[in-house]
């Protein structure tokens, strides 16, 4: 726990970083002017961890600002078809009254003269709801973050599966008449799990849906400080500290600057934007001590010994030596065969980390081992190995698993390492199509965290001739018809077979506006990633080539994941479905906003049994600017 001196400084730095935007060292005694480090120094640590990570910078310091931030805010879904409510309290109303008129809305001169803000929160198209959101630790600007949405108590929203959650600012403090800064914006399409607890088929449309989720909805405006304190007050150890990590991650401007005797401000690299965590691990697990000549050899033998004591931190210990240099890889090639398959395989990653092809070929072979205790961490390891070429071959044998975890997670890998073995496409903007050719049954994998993908692992299904799907209330209908060519000789060649493709039409997408009526009908070929396409695409109406009477149905991801699984549940579409499971720590934290306020109320009108929904509910109103998602 922070004394009150430390509180007020680190409140003072951290305001003068995110107003002032300071880089360098700003106290009034210049840190490179003081004398050199004494030994005593060194040995004056607070902080005692494992005997052989003594002399890190984790024995000096600590991560200021290491928590996820929750953040809050009113906002308002629309585009529901007569499911939502116009109830809200007072305070709300006017909240979002003053939001929609300082958005022009209203006005002749902002050309919006035909929307009545008042009439848009009175619509039952409407539903305002409380938006939460989980900014992680050292988010950086422009980092997204999935949100969760649930309606206000004591309204009559039944159902607000596919809505669109218009731009609402987030703040720390949800307070009315709070003016303080928002730190992030949330704006998305509602998503709903829409398969039942048992996974026996879809949730009914008649469900009475009052939560979900805007997947990668949230967004942060501002970057949120990394501030090293170090437990005891030293003008030399910060200048050491300094020194050591940009003498490390040289650049310009600098990459740890020490504001005074206690902190220690640094900048993520470039190279680390979308992976801060990682990079403030390897900083803590430099030594201060690797300029002393003979150091690095000897304490490399210190740490090899130490990967051997089974209670060891041996992750840590792994990260150490990778941060000791690319000098002690001849002692870690040493390790690679050994008997002890925590010691080989922890020499194996730190070398796999400093780019050691032999350290690579070691990881490989664990993550291709059915037995080994470390594929999955092989797996990881291989990710940031900094071989991508050598990384993907063993993830293309892996995709040929028959364990669904290990396909998954070479998958991911790919994914993370931008490997072209990953073909990808953005499909109207609302979900990504992922084609990731694989021996083994085709396998459909869908993310409901995070950015919205649809994975297609295997060869590519196409439709089975005779395939119909038909969603709740009739929204959406694919239909794969049969050529109407009666045969009276041979009536056995009417019937569905899926060798009859040749026969057949193309297939059918109808989509009905549950609010206006209106009906569209595309046709496509049977390919499944051209049924994806022709469901999800919308014309860019910044396109040069852009038509105002072009057809399309732009369909929601959700609307999309619900067919998907319904026609490989009936055995339509060759292939397994897989809805990736929600994030446990996320599940945790929002059943605990969850719990009963003082005021009696849940956050979230409806019992539990009753949370996850299906969406059927198309989206055609818009506000100016807002895109339309059906």
């Known amino acids: 726990m922070l004394n009150n001196r430390k509180r007020m400084v680190l409140v003072m730095v951290t305001a003068g970083l995110l107003a002032a935007g300071v880089e360098g060292c700003s106290s009034n005694k210049p840190v490179h002017n003081n004398p050199p480090v004494a030994a005593q120094d060194l040995n004056a640590k607070v902080y005692q961890g494992y005997p052989a990570l003594n002399g890190t910078i984790a024995n000096f310091a600590a991560l200021a600002f290491d928590s996820p931030v929750l953040v809050r805010g009113y906002g308002l879904i629309a585009g529901l078809p007569r499911t939502g409510s116009g109830e809200m309290p007072p305070e709300v109303r006017a909240e979002l009254l003053n939001r929609l008129v300082k958005n022009g809305i209203g006005f002749l001169s902002k050309g919006t003269a035909q929307y009545n803000p008042a009439r848009i929160l009175s619509s039952r198209q409407v539903a305002a709801v409380l938006v939460e959101g989980v900014i992680p630790p050292l988010a950086t600007k422009g980092t997204n973050f999935d949100l969760r949405v649930v309606a206000l ?310 439709l089975l001739a005779g395939a119909l799907y038909l969603s709740p209330h009739s929204a959406l209908t694919v239909n794969y018809p049969f050529s109407p060519a009666p045969n009276a000789t041979n009536p056995a060649a009417t019937r569905p077979s899926s060798q009859a493709a040749s026969s057949t039409l193309p297939v059918q997408l109808i989509y009905r506006d549950r609010i206006s009526g209106e009906q569209t009908v595309l046709a496509t070929s049977p390919a499944l990633p051209n049924v994806l396409i022709a469901l999800g695409q919308a014309p860019d109406p910044y396109a040069p080539n852009y038509d105002p009477r072009a057809k399309y149905i732009a369909a929601s991801y959700q609307r999309v994941i619900e067919m998907l699984y319904s026609m490989c549940q009936a055995g339509q579409l060759p292939a397994t479905f897989m809805l990736q499971e929600p994030a446990q720590n996320q599940v945790a934290l929002f059943a605990s906003l969850n719990k009963p306020r003082a005021s009696g109320h849940m956050l979230n009108g409806a019992s539990s049994a009753t949370q996850r929904g299906a969406g059927v509910s198309p989206f055609t109103t818009k506000l100016p600017g807002e895109e339309s998602s059906h």
């Open 153 to 462: 108590p004591n309204t009559q929203t039944t159902d607000i599966r596919n809505g669109l959650l218009w731009t609402v600012p987030l703040r720390v403090h949800v307070r009315f008449g709070n003016q303080s800064r928002p730190i992030a914006a949330g704006r998305g399409p509602v998503f709903c799990d829409p398969i039942l607890p048992d996974g026996k088929g879809l949730l009914p449309a008649s469900a009475l849906v009052r939560s979900g989720t805007i997947m990668a909805g949230g967004i942060v405006r501002h970057s949120q400080p990394v501030v090293l304190d170090l437990y005891a007050p030293s003008y030399r150890i910060a200048a050491l500290i300094q020194r050591v990590i940009n003498e490390r991650y040289g650049g310009f401007p600098p990459v740890a600057a020490a504001q005074n005797d206690t902190l220690i401000t640094l900048k993520i690299p470039p190279g680390y934007r979308r992976r801060p965590a990682e990079f403030v691990d390897l900083v803590m697990h430099l030594y201060l001590r690797q300029d002393v000549p003979g150091f690095t050899h000897s304490q490399a033998l210190v740490l090899l010994k130490a990967l051997h004591d089974p209670m060891a931190p041996h992750r840590q210990l792994s990260v150490a030596l990778q941060q000791l240099g690319r000098t002690i890889l001849p002692l870690l090639r040493q390790h690679y065969d050994s008997t002890n398959p925590i010691v080989a395989f922890y020499a194996a990653r730190a070398g796999a980390m400093m780019g050691d092809e032999d350290a690579i070929s070691v990881l490989g072979r664990v993550a291709l081992d059915q037995g080994s205790i470390f594929r999955l961490a092989s797996l990881r390891a291989l990710t940031h190995c900094h071989d991508a070429v050598r990384a993907t071959l063993y993830m293309t044998k892996l995709l040929a698993s028959k364990q669904v975890p290990i396909r998954l997670a070479a998958y991911r890998a790919l994914l993370n390492m931008h490997s072209g073995a990953v073909y990808s496409q953005s499909v109207g903007g609302k979900f990504f199509l992922d084609i990731v050719p694989a021996p083994g049954r085709t396998l459909i994998y869908a993310t409901q965290t995070g950015v919205p993908r649809i994975a297609i692992i295997g060869s590519v299904p196409s």
